[in-house]
């Protein structure tokens, strides 16, 4: 199959779509990708062709404006000015999202560009294939991502799933003006319905996938057609080599404790860094802080210390003995399968789940706010995650279940039994999968 994947956000809402396309790839199938351009570089270098809309997310998250909506990690006020952003690149992306599935039998979609894909595939006729990295699924199990889950736990299962109906509509309202010009601009389609194009034929047709272990998130008994496959990981490119100097570091004493916020940003970035260092001073541990999107920078640091600016997870996790990070789904996926205790600091959005999720799990401890950290916090987490046995012994337990785990293989044989089948082929065909 020709086979377009569309995939927009920061660089770890991208990567699991480009270890799915590899994947597929290499199952024999064609495969686009649709992304920023400024990720050009990562996607070629998986050798996925590579088809740009315009857009540089990374330019985007460090302007002064966005890192401080940021910093107070107001989900509305964030998702209300990316919104904007998204609306006047809207027919941009349809233009370029337009041209780039021509001639292609399936779309593959997360969250980010959804609503694109669905008009994309109305007005190709072409199947469209949900394949998620986060719970987007109504379910009574458990709260959407973006609410409080100890207050709506206490609610009872369907203010539970109501809550899932609520993010569905928070993410759909933002993009709706932008939806309405891509349609009627670019694809001369009607406007989608005023609360959202989840009835619409593309949308409900195919079994859903998700790129997350079922060890950490279990198939909710409502949730039906879909498949919790395991993490879609991509590793470092074949060619990659650390550097000298990290590996000099990491052989010179104790396995050192990870810290950085990703493409999380911080309009004050030195005073991270003291906050940081301070803590790791309490603890009397060494460290490895990621400066990355984040913003951490410091000159002077403790021969303790080590600053790299981008290493690949998959290498570096199963390294260090504690993971802190700011809870993005790949970066959460990643300190799981390393089998390490992990302690997040979230900003917003998805990572307040996945803090609360690695606490139920008792892999890690209860996560801490960006808004609430401070040294002695951060300094306590860590000694915590340093020296509480059976919260290692469980990580380490965890991590094993997901290494022995293919989500990439599982989503890939799905995909191609739908092939198979013809589901693909024939649009009055719904695969009633459980």
């Not at 995939?7 to 799915?20: K, T, V």
């Not at 609430?372 to 916090?377: D, I």
Request: glycine share 10%.
């Amino acid at each position: 199959m020709q086979i377009a994947m569309i995939a927009m956000g920061s660089r770890g809402d991208i990567q699991p779509y480009i270890a799915l396309g590899r994947g597929l790839k290499a199952a024999g199938h064609s495969v686009r990708l649709i992304t920023h351009e400024n990720f050009e570089g990562l996607v070629s270098s998986h050798e996925l062709e590579f088809c740009p809309v315009k857009g540089n997310v990374q330019e985007f998250l460090e302007t002064p404006e966005m890192q401080a909506l940021l910093e107070k990690g107001n989900f509305l006020t964030i998702n209300a000015h990316t919104s904007k952003a998204s609306q006047r690149a809207a027919i941009d992306w349809a233009e370029g999202s337009l041209a780039a599935c021509q001639g292609i039998d399936l779309i593959v979609v997360g969250v980010g560009g959804l609503f694109l894909s669905i008009a994309l595939a109305e007005k190709l006729k072409l199947p469209l294939l949900q394949a998620y990295i986060f719970p987007f699924t109504p379910t009574k199990a458990f709260s959407a991502v973006l609410f409080p889950h100890q207050f709506i736990t206490k609610l009872g299962g369907s203010v539970r799933r109501l809550s899932h109906h609520l993010f569905r509509q928070i993410m759909w309202q933002g993009s709706r003006i932008g939806d309405r010009l891509a349609r009627q601009q670019v694809l001369g389609l009607s406007a989608a319905p005023f609360w959202g194009p989840y009835n619409a034929a593309p949308f409900q047709r195919y079994p859903i996938l998700y790129g997350f272990s079922p060890s950490v998130i279990s198939k909710p008994s409502d949730w039906y057609h879909t498949h919790i496959t395991g993490y879609w990981f991509l590793d470092a490119a074949p060619d990659w080599t650390p550097p000298t100097a990290l590996l000099d570091f990491l052989q010179s004493g104790s396995p050192p404790v990870y810290i950085g916020f990703g493409s999380m940003g911080s309009r004050n970035p030195e005073a991270t860094a003291d906050l940081v260092l301070k803590a790791i001073a309490l603890t009397g541990q060494r460290a490895i802080l990621q400066s990355g999107w984040g913003g951490l920078s410091k000159r002077d640091l403790p021969d303790t210390v080590f600053m790299v600016d981008s290493i690949p997870h998959s290498w570096l996790f199963p390294l260090v003995a504690v993971v802190v990070h700011h809870g993005g789904a790949g970066t959460t996926a990643a300190g799981l399968r390393a089998g390490v205790p992990t302690i997040v600091i979230p900003f917003f959005g998805d990572q307040p789940f996945w803090g609360q999720k690695v606490a139920e799990l008792g892999v890690g401890s209860a996560p801490i706010p960006r808004k609430q950290l401070t040294a002695e916090r951060l300094a306590e987490a860590i000694h915590r995650a340093m020296t509480v046995r059976s919260m290692r012994q469980r990580a380490a337990d965890l991590g094993a279940k997901i290494r022995g785990e293919d989500g990439i293989a599982n989503a890939v044989a799905i995909i191609q039994e739908l092939e198979k089948r013809g589901a693909f082929y024939d649009k009055d065909n719904r695969v009633n999968w459980q």
